[in-house]
């Protein structure tokens, strides 16, 4: 039976959170080499809630080194083009700072590994993964359009550096197929340990929605099944419904029955969360449901001309080529867009909306 922590926190007091996790999934981490991955998206403030906060990892960061001595990387794979905006997005984010001068670039360093040859035959994984011993997750506690919940699996998609991420999403072009590959993903390496910033939490449009909420909690687990049972279940969506918790469970990672997790502390529904707007065609009951859902309910993504500043970085980071400069603002072709919301995610200006 797996275990989920839930445990009360703020970003001041994390500490006693963080380390209680370390006491319920005891790691042996002397002489080890420990990559600790947070969930970075993109350049943004802490307060903006898209990334796991700085206090968090750096709380990580602290407990391991009482831990060791241990090799320890701090590092991820934000955005999908983004290879130089890798130390950008660390500094921005501040989590460059929580790091401690471990922080490194792993997407400059990589190796091919096969992977499901209906997407790709070969993916690039960061050097820094496949020498790690141990890795220690941060994911966020997030709504996403394409997944309902991007929590401890969805976090593992940033082990892939730059633009393959973007070659697998239109590889998936739907997001059932999409969900399934982020759990193929994930099974390449799967994490030892989870611990999610669950302190300011996004629901709505998420991945990088402005509807905020505050949840006050620290949730942590040696299995991300099960964390993420534990998380759709806050949010209101059954973990049953859910594709990815589905396959994961069909492929031996865990189990999503709440039955059969054991809560370290209290669950409970958080009133009224608002689930992404596609969130139904993504927990319909089966396959053929969801893609005639999908293509009734389809929302496209749509840059307010009042924000949007004419950067370019969504045209430059589509990976289907559906979006083109008019009139210096972005119009997207309906056609040709697979929804993967990834305009929405690098926006710097939070310019576009779902509509
Ligand atoms: S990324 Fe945002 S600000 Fe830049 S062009 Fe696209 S919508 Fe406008
Ligand atoms: S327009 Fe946006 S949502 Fe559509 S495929 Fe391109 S990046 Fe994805």
Known sequence: ?????????????????????????????????????????????????????????????????????????VGDNPGLFGYGANEACFKQTGL????????????????????NP?????????????????????????????TVVTGAIKNSYG?????????????AGSPQRFQELVVEVFALRVPDLFIMDAIVGMEGNGPASPDLRHIGLILASDNAVAMDAVVAHMM???????????????????????????IEGHLSRIPDFKLPAMGGTAIASNRAVQEFLHSKTILRPKADPALCTACGTCVEQCPVDALSMNEDIPQVDADTCITCFCCQEMCPEKAIALQ
Request: net charge positive; charged share 20%; hydrophobic share 45%.
């Open 159 to 171: 082990l892939l550096p730059g633009a393959q991420k973007a070659k697998l999403h239109k590889a």
């Open 236 to 262: 209101g969506c059954e973990p049953e419904r859910l594709p990815f918790l589905q396959k994961a469970r069909q492929i031996g990672l865990g189990d999503f029955d709440l039955g059969k997790i054991q």
């Open 96 to 115: 460059m700072e929580a790091a401690k001068g471990y922080y490194r670039n792993i997407g400059n360093d990589s190796r091919g590994v096969a992977f």
């Open 1 to 73: 039976m797996s275990t989920v922590m839930i445990h009360p926190a703020t970003y001041a007091t994390v500490q006693p959170a963080v380390a209680k996790a370390f006491a319920l999934f005891p790691l042996d981490l002397k002489g080890k080499n420990v990559l600790i991955k947070p969930n970075l998206l993109r350049g943004s403030a802490p307060e903006e809630g898209v990334v796991t906060h700085p206090a968090v990892l750096r709380a990580v960061v602290d407990q391991v080194e009482r831990m060791g001595p241990a090799v320890i990387v």
């Open 118 to 146: 209906q997407y790709l035959p070969q993916v690039s994984l960061s050097q820094a993964v496949l020498d790690a011993d141990v890795i220690i997750s941060l994911p966020k506690f997030k709504t996403h359009g394409l």
